[in-house]
T-cell receptor
Framework: GQQLNQSPQSMFIQEGEDVSMNCTSS?????WLWYKQDPGEGPVLLIA?????ELTSNGRLTAQFGITRKDSFLNISASIPSDVGIYFC???????????FGTGTRLKVLA | GAGVSQSPRYKVAKRGQDVALRCDPI?????LFWYQQALGQGPEFLTY????????KSGLPSDRFFAERPEGSVSTLKIQRTQQEDSAVYLC?????????????FGPGTRLLVL
């Protein structure tokens, strides 16, 4: 099935560093979501974006809905060990209810 | 309830066996989604319900997969004559109203292993 391009696929960072990941699509989306998934659990919603150009923060997390409506990025500032996990972007095409997910970014934080 | 719940959490099935996976959405949530997540991949859409109506089943991989939500709350995903390629995590998600701006909240998933 269709999945969005998400990069990087994985990254190791030192505690305290900032992290950036992005997601691109060949299609226009009306909504972008960012999720974090821990092993053995379902994805947990981090940030939701509904307008092109929108920049939204949730604590140390900041995400933006690209102005072309074909991309989004997520930044994590001052990473901590509990940030480890898999981060997924998800976009919803216009006129549909379903979300298409990215391939995931696996984040590991070194203390 | 406080969140989306799914049962069983783990299921081991022999190839050819039928399985039924249950989802209890957040109370009052109109919309319900089923996703399939293969190992190392992101979730892939299977089907969508608004109340008891199945509005989109375009993601169901074959006619062995069937989903229902007869009373607009609990949903069951049934897989007939399971195959090894059906091994995956099956995630259920719900959202409040079903409008295009609603976000989805996921359950913990059912991990299905077909031997």
């Amino acid at each position: 099935g269709q999945q969005l391009n998400q990069s990087p696929q994985s990254m190791f960072i030192q505690e305290g560093e900032d992290v950036s990941m992005n997601c691109t699509s060949s299609s226009i989306f009306n909504t972008w979501l960012w999720y974090k998934q821990d092993p053995g659990e379902g994805p947990v919603l981090l940030i939701a974006l509904y307008k092109a150009g929108e920049l939204t923060s949730n604590g140390r997390l900041t995400a933006q809905f690209g102005i072309t409506r074909k991309d989004s990025f997520l930044n994590i500032s001052a990473s901590i060990p509990s940030d480890v996990g898999i981060y997924f972007c998800a976009g919803r095409p216009s006129g549909t209810y379903k979300y298409i997910f990215g391939t995931g970014t696996r984040l590991k934080v070194l203390a | 309830g406080a969140g989306v719940s799914q049962s069983p959490r783990y299921k081991v099935a022999k190839r050819g066996q039928d399985v039924a996976l249950r989802c209890d959405p957040i109370s009052g949530h109109v919309s319900l989604f089923w996703y399939q997540q293969a190992l190392g991949q992101g979730p892939e859409f299977l089907t969508y319900f608004q109340n008891e109506a199945q509005l989109d089943k375009s993601g169901l991989p074959s006619d062995r997969f069937f989903a229902e939500r007869p009373e607009g709350s609990v949903s069951t995903l049934k897989i007939q004559r399971t195959q090894q390629e059906d091994s995956a995590v099956y995630l259920c998600a719900s959202s409040l109203q079903g409008s295009l701006s609603e976000t989805q909240y996921f359950g913990p998933g059912t991990r299905l292993l077909v031997l």
